[in-house]
């Protein structure tokens, strides 16, 4: 039946796709990972001002690269022989040292940049798929109760680009219909100060009504409650790090990895589970958690895991060669291992028909 997926779904999606770029540099790959995404955001993608933020963090993608390249020219020591052109160097103090300012710029040093600065594009064009796919407001439902604070500051941090996406839009289509123009310089100068405007009223719009909505006030518990609460977050979080430190730590002792997580997993539950108690806000209509969800978890998980392993056998063609400059190799692996993230374009249920109002024709909406 067509409905909305769990956003916890998409963002794990996107986590998985995230994950991955950052194990290597490929431009391959990195590409295949975006276009992985472009397509699934092409056909799962519902009709609302904040899914088209994927666009918005593509461009963003673009000026971060631009700008890694213009630090690595202008402060990165070069990488190479092969010299494009110098630039006038700046002699710079002994507590400096090992930063340079101008002097030769290589070929081999401008396409590590671009590399790196792909790859931090290619997980900023995962986190805008996850925004374009996923609701805000339904994502906030589905926080636990324990990270309710917690996760409304989140939820309206990642809301920030697709409003100001849609504040846009709307600043640009009324300068549009003025005869104003709206591209170049000039045009995204003048609409930065209603955008902006329309941000702050926003906030004080938000601050009102979550105010109105008793926001921050909590249930009574008892002094029992609260300090067992405390405890077993507190042993959880301490149980966790010394577990983690025996893993990394290969002189440690056994009893010190597997079983201390295992312990601190099960105190942050019981925390977590006490922690929720404070919160007396109740759920309506909470998205369900079915096949579909499963099915879109178990891909990112397919993804996340086949490059942590390949990364960590140290397969080849994950990371382009730079010095010298060689056409970088595509691991069917790695390709497999992407491309298991687009079933979720066609395991997952369709969008939901929006609702043609009374005495309206589906020409006219669509007109």
Known sequence: MPRMLHPGAWWLWATGLAIAASRINNPLLLLLIIAVAGLVVAA???????????????????????IRVVFQVIVAAPIGVTVLFTLPSVTLPDVLAGVRLGGPVTAESILAAIYDGLRLATILACVGAANSLA???????????????????????????????????????????????????????????????????????????????????????????????????????????IGVYALLDASAPAYLGLPMLAVGLACGLVGFALAGRRSTRTRYRPDPWAWPEWGVA????????????????????????????????????????????????????????PRIPVGLTREAVGA
């Open 44 to 66: 799962r993608r519902p009709r609302a001002p904040w899914s088209r933020s994927f666009g918005v963090f593509l461009r963003i993608g673009l000026i971060v690269i631009a």
């Open 135 to 241: 609701s805000p407001a339904r994502l906030l439902k589905a926080i636990p109760a324990a990270l309710y604070e917690f996760g409304v500051s989140v939820v309206v941090a990642v809301t920030f680009a697709p409003q100001l996406v849609a504040d846009l839009d709307r600043v640009r289509a009324t300068r549009r219909l003025r005869g104003r123009p709206e591209g170049g310089v000039r045009g995204a100068a003048r609409a930065a100060v209603p955008v902006l405007e329309g941000a702050l009223e926003r906030s004080v719009a938000l601050a009102a009504a979550m105010d109105s909505r008793g926001y921050g006030r909590q249930a009574e518990r008892s002094p029992g409650v609260r300090r067992a609460t405390t405890a077993a977050l507190l042993i959880g979080l301490v149980a966790l790090i």
């Open 298 to 353: 178990a891909c990112a998980l397919v993804t996340a895991s086949t490059f942590l392993a390949a990364s960590a056998m140290g397969m080849t063609g994950l990371v382009a060669p730079v010095d010298p400059p060689a056409w970088p190799a595509v691991p069917p692996l790695a390709v497999i291992g992407i491309l298991v993230s687009v079933l979720p374009a066609v395991i997952t249920p369709p969008l939901p028909r």
